[in-house]
């Protein structure tokens, strides 16, 4: 049986504890042993290295060196690395090894909350995108900066709401990828931003396949 560990917490407007339970039922599903817990302090108490899987559920925040450091050391020795959203993808804003390691920090969201966009899957033949059709978003649109060397399984175009940035002209932005940090696969999707969304059942489908795919 894998075993998976979700820390969950931070910023409470992403609906930490009850996404992680989403997350938990999804593995759960496929016979994971999965531990969550709500204190940063488990990755510096936990051998860390017995996880298959590690999912951050932890948006904005500060983390301790002896806390960081275990967990990017466990997923360069081969545990996968799995989240969404600002639960991964926006947490511990001053931790560069951190976002070295996501591949990706999120910047903005233009419009906010109940933007609608669409979402584009690249290869609908990937094994984490298969079958996967084109499908409308209502939710926030993640602007990221990124990691040139992640593989993209999916983009959002920008821009739809107004801002200074539409002078750039169009931009075909991130919202899946993966990549590899030492022996551990890391994999990331940007939708997410309550658990509404997390339901959503494109979301479950490219969460569940992702984080099968980053376990060890």
């Known amino acids: ?74 997923v360069e020795k081969g545990t996968g690395l799995a989240g969404l959203h600002g639960g991964m993808g926006d947490s511990f804003r001053f931790e560069v090894d951190y976002q070295f390691m996501v591949g990706g920090q999120w910047v903005a969201h233009p419009g906010n909350d109940g933007v609608t966009y669409n979402v584009h899957i690249k290869d609908a033949d990937h094994p984490l995108t298969e079958g996967m059709e084109d499908f409308t978003v209502v939710s926030e649109q993640y602007y990221m900066h990124v990691d040139p060397a992640i593989n993209v399984l999916a983009t959002t175009r920008f821009p739809i709401a107004e801002g200074a940035y539409k002078t750039n002209g169009e931009v075909d932005m991130p919202v899946v990828w993966t990549k590899r940090w030492g022996k551990g696969k890391v994999y990331y999707c940007g939708l997410g931003h309550v658990a509404e969304i997390v339901r959503m059942p494109e979301v479950l489908k490219l969460m569940k396949k992702g984080m099968i795919w980053a376990s060890r």
């Open 1 to 74: 049986m894998k075993k998976a560990l979700i820390f969950q917490g931070g910023w409470q407007g992403h609906e930490p504890e009850a996404v992680a339970n989403i997350l938990s039922e999804l593995l759960e599903e496929e016979n994971y042993e999965v531990k969550i817990t709500d204190t940063l302090d488990t990755l510096a108490s936990d051998d860390l290295t017995q996880y298959d899987l590690i999912v951050p559920n932890w948006t904005q925040g500060t983390i301790e060196k002896e806390q960081l450091q275990p967990l990017l050391e466990a």
